[in-house]
């Protein structure tokens, strides 16, 4: 058995060597998410990673909810985890919860107190972090340490009866005070907690710490290769030793890798939720915000997060993606799939004088300039029309090419147009503009007179919908929002939404559904919103402008 190692990452490279030198037969991977808030985007890298490698491997993945804290966790986080994996295009093997194997939790940890490997401890929390000491200096024994096996199972077992205050007492694994490790310095493995659970109710008041269930999750599903960020590079020790302590038959092994940093984004779920508890957000799927279920409301394509994340690559070396990486790939996989649409975000109005009053046709336009396979639409196209009102300068300033008074341009996919007056109100502002049009400079009639420098888009005044256009721009305003020096809601950019009413061209709209994506010409990408948008409402989210001078480095 050999696999192709070209353009291949170490974590690959490791499962194809425990493949061929027949460590494993075949592989099982997991992704496991703790269900306290709504997946980001840096979630969906170890999705695909470790989704990616089951499949390439023909492997098996577990999707595995690490329930290991009442007080945080909740059901409506569990379903929107499902429906963001599922969303992305991956489907599980297996779909376990942590909270099913507390009672062989439980047993694991009274196994390490018959061989004289965990106590009961009293000590606060403030005195268990004084006692551990610090990096450079070792920690001291606390002095319920040398409790004999009999009591920590009495005191244990009255833990477990709810016969101690959450806080009264904790269960730790006895290792060593002086490890230069601080994780191996008795690392709380059972706390009292009287709460609820989403999962098994009040069936128990004390919980395991995550770093000791997640080794047993892992060894309890025979999990080949336990991928994890870098941060729990230290907690390896620690790992190994509750698989190996604990006497678990199978023993997987952890590998980490470099956690997504991006420019302008914070991958923090405590800062998320910061985020949505103090109302800066109108919720998890925020179109502004890193998670699946907001870029997914603002309007990118699982294909795009699949090709990002597989672009990034995966290394041990942190580092920080530029957010344009993702606009890129999005951008890529829209062109080609986006119907074009004509949509005036900032409109003003244009009569055309010299057409026919009551009358209207239909000029055709092309549904996408670069998949003709899309075909083509009729649009209708009258005597009163709305422009961008960008599009006009009754003061051009040099090299402006567009409608300014005794200048013509072409309106998109019909006539050549005039500007001869302007109608401004009591204010002095611009309210319309009135031009003449040349019927022999129709788009498609071979027209082969005087050129112009321009081309416009238009919506027929007649014929049209209104739609409101929330355009988005970065949340966060620094390249390294993690930076903890400075606070991240000083950070907070109050442009990052700005709402527009105008309109959007019927033809292209009128059966547009919640999360339909179009290209509306010269504006951007956008998406029907699934949030606000009604019978009677119809709302658009900008997801990307359509051009970006940012490349990725090849």
Not at 91 to 114: P, T
Not at 432 to 450: L, N, V, W
């Given at each position: 058995m050999s696999f192709e190692r070209e353009n291949s990452n170490f974590i690959r490279n490791i499962v194809i060597d425990d493949l061929e030198n027949k460590k494993h037969d075949s592989i099982i991977t997991r992704f496991p998410p703790e269900p306290n808030g709504y997946l980001h985007i840096g979630h969906a890298k170890s999705i695909c990673l470790n989704f990616g490698l089951a499949r390439e491997f023909d492997g098996r993945v577990n999707l595995r909810f690490d329930d290991t804290n009442p007080v945080k966790e909740d059901v409506e986080y569990v379903e929107s985890i499902k429906n963001d994996v599922e969303w992305l295009g991956?489907?599980?093997?297996?779909?376990?919860?942590?909270?099913?194997?507390?009672?062989?939790?439980?047993?694991?940890?009274?196994?390490?107190?018959?061989k004289g490997l965990a106590y009961v401890d009293d000590l606060s929390a403030d005195e268990i972090r004084e006692y551990r000491g610090t990096l450079k200096e070792p920690g001291k024994e606390s002095p319920y340490r040398n409790r004999t096996i009999e009591e920590n199972l009495d005191l244990f077992k009255r833990m477990r009866a709810g016969e101690f205050k959450d806080g009264e007492k904790v269960l730790r694994a006895k290792i060593d005070m002086a490890s230069p490790n601080i994780n191996l310095r008795d690392p709380v493995i059972y706390r009292i907690s009287h709460s609820s659970h989403h999962n098994t109710g009040d069936k128990w008041c004390i919980y395991p710490m995550y770093a000791f269930a997640h080794p047993l999750e892992d060894a309890i599903e025979k999990i080949t290769h336990s991928i994890c960020t870098l941060e729990f590079e230290d907690q390896r020790p620690f790992y190994d030793w509750t698989v190996r302590e604990c006497e678990m038959e199978a023993i997987p092994r952890q590998i980490e890798f470099a956690r997504l940093n991006m420019t302008n984004t914070v991958m923090s779920k405590r800062k998320l939720k910061q985020l949505v508890d103090e109302g800066i957000t109108d919720g998890w799927d925020d179109p502004r915000m890193p998670t699946i279920s907001g870029l997914r409301?603002?309007?990118?394509?699982?294909?795009?997060?699949?090709?990002?994340?597989?672009?990034?690559?995966?290394?041990?070396?942190?580092?920080?993606?530029?957010?344009?990486?993702?606009d890129y790939f999005l951008r890529e996989d829209l062109q080609m799939k986006a119907p074009l649409a004509m949509a005036i975000i900032n409109p003003l109005k244009l009569v055309i004088t010299n057409y026919p009053e009551g009358e209207s046709e239909l000029i055709e336009i092309e549904n996408n300039a670069k998949n003709e396979e899309m075909g083509k639409r009729f649009v209708s196209f009258s005597r009163e029309l709305y422009v961008e009102r960008d599009d006009f300068m009754e003061v051009p300033v040099k090299k402006y090419f567009r409608l300014f008074p005794g200048n013509e341009v072409r309106l998109k996919g019909g006539y050549y147009v005039k500007c001869n007056d302007v109608i401004k109100d009591e204010n002095g502002e611009v309210i319309?503009?009135?031009?003449?049009?040349?019927?022999?400079?129709?788009?498609?009639?071979?027209?082969?007179?005087?050129k112009v420098k321009a081309t416009i888009h238009w919506?027929?005044?007649?014929?049209?919908?209104?739609?409101?256009?929330?355009?988005?721009?970065?949340?966060?305003?620094?390249?390294?929002?993690?930076?903890?020096?400075?606070?991240?809601?000083?950070?907070?950019?109050?442009?990052?939404?700005?709402?527009?009413?105008?309109?959007?061209?019927?033809?292209?709209?009128?059966?547009?559904?919640?999360?339909?994506?179009?290209?509306?010409?010269?504006?951007?990408?956008?998406?029907?919103?699934?949030?606000?948008?009604?019978?009677?409402?119809?709302?658009?989210?900008?997801?990307?402008?359509?051009?970006?001078?940012?490349?990725?480095?090849?």
């Open positions: 991956f489907g599980w093997d297996e779909l376990h919860f942590a909270s099913n194997y507390f009672e062989e939790m439980h047993d694991r940890a009274v196994l390490l107190i018959k409301r603002r309007g990118y394509t699982p294909e795009s997060i699949r090709n990002f994340c597989s672009e990034i690559g995966i290394s041990k070396a942190d580092s920080t993606v530029d957010s344009q990486m993702l319309e503009i009135h031009c003449t049009y040349d019927p022999a400079t129709k788009s498609g009639s071979g027209f082969e007179g005087r919506v027929d005044a007649n014929n049209c919908k209104p739609a409101e256009f929330r355009l988005y721009e970065p949340l966060i305003l620094d390249d390294e929002p993690e930076n903890e020096g400075k606070h991240f809601l000083e950070q907070i950019n109050s442009n990052s939404l700005i709402v527009k009413t105008g309109f959007v061209e019927t033809s292209a709209t009128e059966n547009a559904k919640k999360n339909d994506k179009f290209q509306f010409i010269r504006n951007g990408f956008y998406c029907v919103d699934s949030k606000y948008t009604t019978e009677d409402n119809l709302v658009f989210n900008r997801i990307v402008p359509l051009k970006s001078s940012f490349k990725p480095n090849k």
